[in-house]
Structure formats: structure tokens, C-alpha cells
């Protein structure tokens, strides 16, 4: 008989351990979701842009400009006397256009992500786009350009997607 008077009492304590872990669950989850909001792309972006670019987003702007053979890319200084930025711009992009010479495209990727629009097809094509390196007195740009019609739309989509992923600290 005691097996019977049992049974009610397990049930009820595994219906309230059910319930109890179902309910800490449900506040964990609130609770993560109060502290960790969902990030914006452009914050993604600016996050991982950090790691990569030297110079300050905020104290910078980025211009995306396509051309018909290609594109120029800019980088800024805000402040065309802060020469703390400009050399940072200077470098980075330097160093930037050597990397997509030889199809070298891993800095973007980190930032965008490898599934970047435009971007396979620039590696595979990176021989037959011309990349060059200019100073400018507040910062520094890329010209890109290319024969090929696909590369061309490759430029652009990668452009493109830039613009979109920099939100406010770019244009076009």
C-alpha cells in the first residue's frame, strides 16, 4: 500500500522540478537576452573593424565611390589636422592595397565576413585588377580597376556591401 501513496507525491515533485527548471530557463534567457541586446550589423562591423583598422570610425570616413572601370576607396581624417589619423589611414590602406595585389582579401573578410559580396571573385581575380595606393592630404585611397566586365561588378558589389555595412562612417 505504500507504493500506491507514493506515486502522487513523486508526480507532484517531478511536476514541480519540471516546472522549476522551466521557469529558470525562461528568466536565464530574459535575463541574457536584457544584458546581451542583439547587435546591429553596423555595430558588428565596428567591432571587428577595430581589430583590423587602426584608425578611430568616429574620427573617419570611408567613401566608396564606383567608377566605371572600377572604383576609388577613401579614408579621411574628420579633422583634416589630425595627423595622428591621417598616418594611421596612410599605413593601413598601404598596407591594404599591397594585400589585395597579390588577391590577399583576409582583413575585409574579418570584418564582413567571407561570404562578402564581390569578394571571391575579387581573389580569384585579383591579377587582373589593377590596385594602387595614393596619399591624400587627410588620409589615403585605393583605386581599383579592371578590364573585365565581371571583376568591374565585383568591385562594385563589394563596394556595395562596404557602404551598407559601414552605415555612418561611410559614403558613397
Same mark, same amino acid.
Given at each position: 500500500m505504500k507504493a500506491n501513496n507514493n506515486r502522487p507525491q513523486k508526480r507532484k515533485r517531478l511536476i514541480?522540478? @519540471?516546472? &522549476?527548471?522551466? !521557469? !529558470?530557463?525562461?528568466?536565464?534567457?530574459?535575463?541574457?537576452?536584457?544584458? &546581451?541586446?542583439?547587435?546591429? +550589423?553596423? $555595430? $558588428?562591423?565596428?567591432r571587428k573593424g577595430a581589430k583590423?583598422?587602426? =584608425?578611430? &570610425? $568616429?574620427?573617419?570616413?570611408?567613401? =566608396?565611390?564606383?567608377?566605371d572601370d572600377g572604383g576609388l576607396q577613401k579614408v579621411v581624417a574628420k579633422d583634416p589636422s589630425n595627423k595622428k589619423q591621417i598616418a594611421l589611414i596612410q599605413s593601413h590602406l598601404k598596407e591594404e592595397s599591397e594585400k589585395f595585389r597579390i588577391g590577399d582579401f583576409s582583413d575585409? %573578410?574579418?570584418?564582413?565576413?567571407? #561570404?562578402?559580396?564581390?569578394l571571391a571573385q575579387l581573389k580569384?581575380?585579383? %591579377?587582373?585588377?589593377?590596385? +594602387?595606393? !595614393?596619399?591624400?592630404?587627410? @588620409?589615403?585611397?585605393?583605386?581599383?580597376?579592371?578590364? #573585365?566586365?565581371?571583376?568591374?561588378?565585383?568591385?562594385?558589389?563589394w563596394f556595395s556591401a562596404q557602404l551598407s555595412d559601414h552605415g555612418d562612417h561611410a559614403t558613397h
Open positions: 514541480t522540478a @519540471g516546472a &522549476l527548471i522551466i !521557469s !529558470s530557463m525562461a528568466v536565464m534567457l530574459l535575463w541574457t537576452a536584457a544584458i &546581451l541586446p542583439a547587435q546591429t +550589423r553596423q $555595430e $558588428e562591423v565596428a583590423v583598422m587602426p =584608425f578611430d &570610425l $568616429e574620427q573617419t570616413t570611408h567613401v =566608396f565611390q564606383k567608377l575585409p %573578410a574579418k570584418i564582413h565576413g567571407e #561570404d562578402m559580396p564581390g580569384a581575380g585579383a %591579377a587582373k585588377i589593377d590596385v +594602387r595606393y !595614393s596619399a591624400l592630404p587627410d @588620409g589615403a585611397q585605393i583605386r581599383y580597376q579592371a578590364k #573585365d566586365p565581371k571583376l568591374v561588378t565585383a568591385i562594385h558589389q
